[in-house]
């Protein structure tokens, strides 16, 4: 009988790995290619742009060491292995003044300042963690007890940053973790600064604003597969760091590689704005859902007159859309948030932080930023809304918007991690969604149909590639890289193809400005030229971030999993009995979809009882349904079979898809 139990939902775990916003996948172990040296039209663009920007202004520099107290050689965290969890010392080429040829000049100065690392003071009372990981993290020192604002990625560097802290402040025990926001590398090192056990016995506390634990993990479960693959290219995780590799992520260094964990918050902010007094410090809270992330909130510490940010005023354009892949987000409510802090603190607050980037220091220079900030997700918002009112694409609204000239030479507006372009047509997205009006556009032949069609057109390889190595010696790298991309979509084993594509793509990344486009260039350069990585995918299932993932989203993402051409025809409904939340569903499995709600049906096919702790084992391989049986701590009612068929239909997900070359397709989507 137990051989007809379910496997462990294992793909379930796989999807969690955009939970810590795509850790490190391993390094890979194939044999690269060199990166090739930059072409004239690129060394000329670097120039050129370089003639463009205020870089005798070094304000940044002087704001990002001030009240620096010390830090550790190149950050260095340690790691299990030989491997470092975190370490600046590949960043060593960013001491030179000069950019290297094959970095955008503006891309350099922005690396340059997030290199800058160690315990810095604020104000009386508040310090900052920076260059730790790719966020910051705050400390806040109570009249007893530390108060730990957004505690890294990874429990490691949290640790390590804490350690630094303590090397030069007085060991008052933490006390309080608050959490801006849901994105992982804000909350994931939290096990690095207090013990869990701690804070179930009430020796501290977490914070969080309303909604955290639903969203902490929802925005990346249901799509969390494809999300983690593609941020890679985000990040540049699978490039080495180098002048001609990873140079920065434009809102931080890089992603540590460390242990992801999650405390549950012991209480919310629930009002729009709420004041608390912590441990003898006085706090403002303002929530801005919808901003940055689904549920993040802002804050102001009146004693010592600091504004914290959190991640929606940083010194950079941010995401309205994440290439990684994310909901859009709304760049006018974005606004209005900063807006009505400006109104409600910009007059008080001295010192302005984030947990990204450096602080900005004194009220007038504080507003500007505010104003800046505001105006630039406003401008973005309203121009392309004004725009796509007028009858233009995503694609002639991002070729054509320019920021104005008063932003356009603001450092803090400038595209490193978000890009005007994508920002441009991400709202174009949340209006009208993908569809340009155009009927040719409403159900065109898939991509690689697409592209063999377009190739035979343009007289077939040959003469493509031909015209495009003429384009190439031009500097067309835009057109080239396009070319390329429809000759490999008709045929991956076109190698002419794929290395002049990624010949291009190279080029494209060593002019960009923003350190994701850098990245996502150089990346798919990579794997034009060596194929897909034969790695495992990274995973950041752990029974923490599990804890964040309720009954009904695990249903759910079972629904996602669910592989229609197999369950064609077949209907059953499965209770399950959740014993610790008392909690009922009915799985329900009818016209190839699958559905769940809560309550029982009578006339099931079969009923699981079990608690969710061994549901979380289950998911993360620590056992599987036929030892949970046999063990007593799964019951099984009613035809077993069914439970162990529905499970053999839901698809495993492979977590390193190709994406610069096409997917073979299944007969049955």
């Not at 910051?136 to 505690?151: K, Q």
């Not at 809304?385 to 000239?405: H, V």
């Not at 060593?510 to 150089?522: D, F, P």
Request: aromatic share 8%; charged share 20%; with cysteine.
């Amino acid at each position: 009988m137990t051989s007809s139990l379910p496997a462990s939902p294992s793909s379930f775990s796989a999807a969690l790995v955009a939970l810590a916003c795509a850790l490190a996948a391993p390094s890979a172990t194939f044999a690269q290619a060199a990166p090739k040296a930059p072409e004239p039209s690129t060394l000329k663009a670097n120039a050129e742009m370089a003639k463009t920007l205020p870089f005798a202004n070094r304000q940044d520099f002087e704001d990002a060491m001030h009240g620096f107290v010390g830090t550790v050689p190149d950050a260095l965290v340690p790691g299990a292995g030989v491997r470092p969890v975190w370490s600046m010392k590949p960043y060593d080429f960013l001491k030179a003044d000069a950019p290297a040829d094959t970095v955008n000049p503006s891309l350099w100065r922005q690396a340059q300042l997030n290199a800058i690392h160690g315990l810095f003071k604020v104000t009386e009372r508040v310090y900052q963690v920076r260059g730790f990981d790719i966020a910051n993290m705050t400390i806040v020192e109570g009249d007893s007890s530390l108060i730990v604002i957004d505690p890294l990625l990874a429990a490691e560097t949290a640790r390590a940053a804490l350690e630094l802290y303590y090397q030069h402040r007085p060991r008052k025990p933490v006390g309080t973790v608050i959490y801006t926001h849901g994105h992982a590398d804000h909350f994931g090192g939290v096990k690095g600064v207090v013990d869990e056990a701690d804070v179930k016995a009430g020796k501290a506390q977490v914070l969080a604003p309303s909604g955290f634990m639903e969203t902490a993990v929802a925005e990346n479960i249901l799509a969390g597969n494809a999300m983690s693959r593609r941020s890679q290219y985000q990040f540049g995780t699978l490039l080495p760091p180098g002048p001609r590799g990873q140079v920065d992520t434009g809102l931080g260094k890089a992603l540590a590689r460390g242990t992801m964990s999650l405390i549950a918050p012991t209480s919310t902010i629930d009002k729009p704005t709420e004041e608390r007094t912590i441990d003898g410090v006085q706090f403002v809270f303002r929530l801005v859902p919808g901003s940055e992330a689904p549920s993040e909130m802002l804050m102001y510490l009146p004693q010592f007159r600091v504004l914290n940010m959190a991640e929606d005023v940083t010194h950079n354009m941010h995401n309205l859309y994440t290439i990684r892949g994310a909901e859009v987000r709304d760049g006018n409510l974005w606004s209005k948030y900063i807006d009505e802090a400006r109104v409600a603190f910009g007059g008080k607050a001295e010192v302005l932080i984030a947990q990204h980037h450096w602080p900005t220091f004194g009220q007038d220079r504080i507003v500007d930023l505010l104003k800046k900030q505001r105006d630039m997700y406003k401008f973005i918002n309203d121009q392309s809304l004004r725009l796509l009112n007028q009858g233009y694409t995503a694609a002639d609204i991002a070729e054509t918007l320019r920021m104005p000239a008063s932003l356009e030479q603001e450092w803090s507006a400038r595209g490193y991690y978000g890009t005007l372009r994508h920002n441009a047509r991400a709202v174009y997205q949340k209006y009208l969604g993908w569809y340009d009006a155009n009927p040719a556009n409403l159900n065109p032949l898939p991509p690689v149909a697409y592209a063999k069609k377009t190739v035979e057109y343009m007289g077939g390889a040959d003469a493509v590639l031909a015209r495009a190595r003429k384009d190439f010696g031009k500097g067309e790298f835009r057109w080239v890289a396009s070319a390329m991309s429809q000759l490999v979509y008709a045929d991956p084993t076109n190698r002419a193809a794929r290395e002049l594509g990624a010949d291009a793509l190279e080029q494209m990344g060593y002019q960009s400005e923003a350190g994701t486009w850098r990245s996502a260039y150089l990346v798919g350069a990579m794997e034009l030229r060596n194929g897909v990585p034969k790695i495992a995918g990274g995973n950041s299932a752990n029974a923490d971030s599990l804890k964040a993932v309720s009954n009904d989203l695990f249903f759910d993402f079972l629904g996602v999993r669910l592989n229609a051409a197999k369950v064609e025809g077949k209907k059953m409904a499965i209770n399950w009995n959740f014993t610790d939340s008392n909690e009922q569903f009915v799985l329900t499995l009818e016209n190839s979809a699958l559905t769940h709600i809560a309550g029982r049906q009578p006339d099931a096919d079969a009923t699981v009882t079990l608690n969710r702790a061994t549901l979380d084992a289950i998911t993360l391989k620590e056992t599987s349904f036929p030892a949970a049986v046999l063990a007593g701590k799964v019951k099984i009612d009613g035809d077993r079979a069914k439970l162990a068929e529905l499970m053999s239909m839901l698809d495993t997900f492979e977590p390193m898809f190709p994406i610069v070359e096409p997917k073979a397709q299944p007969k049955n989507q």
